[in-house]
Each structure stands twice: as C-alpha cells, then as structure tokens.
C-alpha cells in the first residue's frame, strides 16, 4: 500500500497569515492526489484533486502543488473559517490512502 | 445539488451484523463509480470499499474483505453496505462518496456519514 505522510500534524497561525502543509507519499503517484478540509462533526469536502485543480466552487485562497511523491497545500490569508484538519489522498493505485491529517487552529 | 445521505449506524455486538444505506440525488447515480470510506473516533480517514457503475467490478480493503459487501440498486438511487461478523475495530463513521477521475479514485462529495459502533 501507498503510505501518505503529512507534516505538520498540527500547527497554530494568525488571521491573514500564509500556511503550508506537505504530504509526502512512499512512492511515486504522480498528480493523482487531492486534498480535503474536514471541520469539527462535518464530513471531508475536497478543495483540491489531480495535485493542483482547485474543486467547483473552493475559493482561490486555496491551491496546491506537487507531483511525484512531493505535494503541498496553501491557504493564504488564513480566516477563523478555515479551522479544521487538513488530509491529503491518493488515487494513483487501490487501496486509496490518505495522509494522517494537519489540524489547523487559529491563534 | 449533490446530495448524498447515509442510514443504518446503531450499536451493534461483535460477531453481529449491519447494513447501511447511501441516498444519493442531485446527480445520475448510475453514472456514477460510489466508495465507502470510514473513520474511526478521533482517527484518520480508511477507505474500505468501491463499486463500478453497473456493479461489474467491486473491490475491497483487506481489513474488511470477506465480511463486508457493497452493493447498489440504480433504480432507486441507492447504495448499500453489507457488514458481517463485526469487529471493535470496525467501529467508525460511515461515509458514502462520489468517484470519479483516474482510477475512479477522487472522491469529490461526501454524505454526512453514520456511525457504527461495535461494543459488547
């Protein structure tokens, strides 16, 4: 199986501010990879798939990049709103996998 | 809108069983690849198990291969998995999802999910 690892697993930013999350996976997948928010009760939405191509109706703060094994999601200008846990998933090859998550809080 | 709803969580005794159901509208479900995907309290994100279109290929997570099966009825909009001789660890949320992409992989709307919890 495709391990996904993500990094930070937690991390804490101002309103306004730039945030990077890495999800690195053990083997090459491409761009088959997307990425999810999931706020606290709620179910994942996707914000991000094919690494890059940001999902009908997710605002452009938002955006991705990476291929291969080597991935990275950005939020700028971080809000109260994005509060959540961030995951990233492959689909290059069954089973999918997803990443352990990055819990973003708001200072 | 997309609009999937899942049903049939409860509190289940290990060696039990379960079926929940995925309701999907706002789309041509038959168009349409479905995966289960669960998670666990407090965990990560495991998906379990997808079915094509016309239910011709099926495939499944080695943790739940032969005791879980999934389904659909197309007629009614429906998805459904099939859980047997239930686990401790097989307690999670449910989530119904939509694929497609490569590998009809990316799973772009999710249901709110149900939980299954398995306890004696």
């Known amino acids: 199986d495709i391990q996904m690892t993500q990094s930070p697993s937690s991390l804490s930013a101002s309103v306004g501010d730039r945030v990077t999350i890495t999800c690195r996976a053990s083997?090459?997948?491409?761009?088959?990879l997307a990425w999810f928010q999931q706020k606290p009760g709620k179910a994942p939405e996707s914000l991000i798939y094919a690494a890059s191509t940001l999902q009908s109706g997710v605002p452009s703060k938002f955006s991705g990049s990476g291929s291969g094994t080597d991935f990275t999601l950005t939020i700028n200008s971080l809000q109260p709103e994005d509060h959540a846990t961030y995951f990233c998933?492959?689909?290059?090859?069954?089973?999918?996998?997803f990443g352990g998550g990055t819990k973003v809080e708001i200072k | 809108q997309v609009l999937l709803v899942e049903s049939g969580g409860a509190l289940v005794k290990p060696g039990g069983s379960l079926r929940l159901s995925c309701a999907a509208s706002g789309f041509t479900f038959s168009d349409y690849y479905m995966s289960w995907v669960r998670q666990a309290p407090g965990k990560g994100l495991e998906w379990v198990s997808y079915?094509?279109?016309?239910?011709?290929?099926?495939y499944y997570a080695d943790s739940v291969k032969g005791r879980f099966t999934i389904s659909r009825d197309n007629a009614k909009n429906s998805l459904y998995l099939q859980m047997n001789s239930l686990r401790v660890e097989d307690t999670a949320v449910y989530y119904c999802?939509?694929?497609?992409?490569?590998?009809?992989?990316?799973?772009?709307?999710w249901g709110q999910g149900t939980l299954v919890t398995v306890s004696s």
């Open positions: 998933q492959q689909y290059n090859t069954y089973p999918l996998t």
């Open positions: 079915i094509s279109r016309s239910a011709t290929f099926i």
């Open positions: 083997q090459d997948i491409s761009n088959y």
């Open positions: 999802a939509r694929a497609w992409g490569h590998s009809y992989g990316y799973l772009d709307y």
